[in-house]
């Protein structure tokens, strides 16, 4: 007799466990098998939530997961929907991230409108992670494009949104030294910038970070992202916790900070952001106790030429480097050689001498010309539109 492959596991019973459990009775369940997944995920959306799951856990191990999690889970799937009526007063504090590129500029814009409209720019800040160190007079970047942080300023002037004190770094300095922040006005309706408290920039990280056998990390993977953890992720979170103490001491808060966490991402950039929610519960920055904190992505579903036609019909700027077949905006010294359309380079003269250079000199690359222009002449020279978003 031949022998049988054995059935593939179906929700089934884990739908039958969480509903024996009575966690079934407000909330819709979803339950999604992945067979190289480790443990469970969450995601919560307005009363909806979906668990994600390796096939290795039982029915059993899923209701003790969830049950742990439970008053957070049904905190997170009580949110209003986007669009629903005044939907956005349900939140204390909306962080608006933007990296400068294109799509980040595009959600900008477009949720910058929103918020006008609904009367909250008095709850809003617009964040840009630097990963450069603090630069010296005189001192190019190692990181990022050229004048990156100067375009993403610019690009939140022309929605009525000025930089936090002179530089931008206002609040984020009054964290290092350990200020408290003491009125609303130190950071809403502001731009800000904010980087990791260490020493050096991403690229030392890179030739210092070690594995536990000692032997050098090497660079940054799709599976060891930490320049993302480490570098955006980290410092959004310590930005976004120190505006909500100044939150919850205006509204001698006894609940949770409710955060709005709005990012520029795209269906059509990666398989692994087309399976994000356009809005969903993030438990992975979110405090049981502190603040919870809900992504939207509002151009999730736009097209690269619906962006694109977004930018050039109120004619907006951007880098440069799109002008030379990017993607992207990825950092000169790391964009992926691998990829025609990201292939910038990891042969500047600063990532060939560096210690972190782990690259086969036999890698084709080349040298963008991108951060030789003249940005923010280029960009002033561009006629501000007459509508101020």
């Not at 004190?165 to 206002?170: K, M, Q, R, V, Y």
């Not at 993977?221 to 916790?241: H, I, L, N, V």
Request: charged content about 25%.
């Amino acid at each position: 007799m031949e022998a049988r492959t054995p059935a593939a596991p179906t929700a089934a019973p884990y739908l039958r466990a969480l509903a024996d459990a009575g966690l079934r009775e407000s909330l819709h369940w979803n339950v999604q098998l992945q067979a190289r997944r480790k443990a469970v995920g969450l995601i919560a959306e307005p009363r909806s939530v979906t668990t994600v799951i390796p096939p290795t856990i039982t029915p059993q191990d899923l209701v003790a997961a969830v049950s742990r999690k439970l008053p957070l889970i049904r905190q997170a799937a009580s949110a209003p929907e986007p669009a629903t009526p005044g939907w956005l007063d349900w939140y204390d504090l909306i962080v608006i991230h933007t990296s400068g590129g294109k799509d980040s500029q595009t959600a900008l814009r477009r949720v910058l409108r929103i918020l006008a409209a609904a009367g909250v720019l008095d709850r809003v800040a617009v964040l840009h992670l630097v990963l450069d160190k603090a630069l010296e007079d005189g001192d190019e970047p190692r990181i990022e494009w050229q004048q990156v942080p100067e375009l993403a300023a610019e690009q939140a002037a022309r929605g009525n949104i000025s930089l936090s004190g002179e530089s931008g770094w206002a609040v984020w300095n009054a964290r290092r030294q350990g200020e408290v922040l003491t009125s609303r006005g130190q950071w809403a309706g502001l731009m800000h910038y904010a980087r990791r408290d260490v020493d050096g920039d991403l690229l030392d990280d890179f030739a210092t970070r070690r594995k536990r056998d000692g032997s050098p990390r090497g660079w940054a993977t799709m599976w060891t992202r930490y320049c993302t953890s480490d570098w955006k992720t980290a410092p959004g979170q310590g930005f976004t916790e120190f505006l909500c103490q100044q939150i919850r001491t205006e509204h001698t808060l006894t609940r949770p900070v409710r955060v709005l966490q709005v990012m520029g991402f795209r269906a059509q950039e990666s398989a692994d952001r087309a399976a994000r929610r356009p809005f969903a519960f993030h438990f992975g920055v979110s405090a049981e106790a502190s603040r919870h904190v809900w992504e939207w992505l509002p151009i999730h579903q736009l097209t690269t030429q619906q962006v694109w036609a977004d930018i050039r019909e109120p004619g907006v700027p951007y880098h440069p480097a799109y002008d030379e077949d990017l993607s992207r905006l990825f950092s000169p010294g790391f964009a992926d050689v691998s990829s025609p359309s990201m292939a910038v380079s990891r042969s500047a003269p600063h990532v060939q001498d560096h210690p972190a250079r782990l690259i086969d000199p036999k890698t084709p690359s080349r040298r963008s010309r991108a951060s030789d222009h003249q940005l923010i002449p280029r960009i002033r020279r561009r006629p501000r539109p007459s509508s101020s978003l």
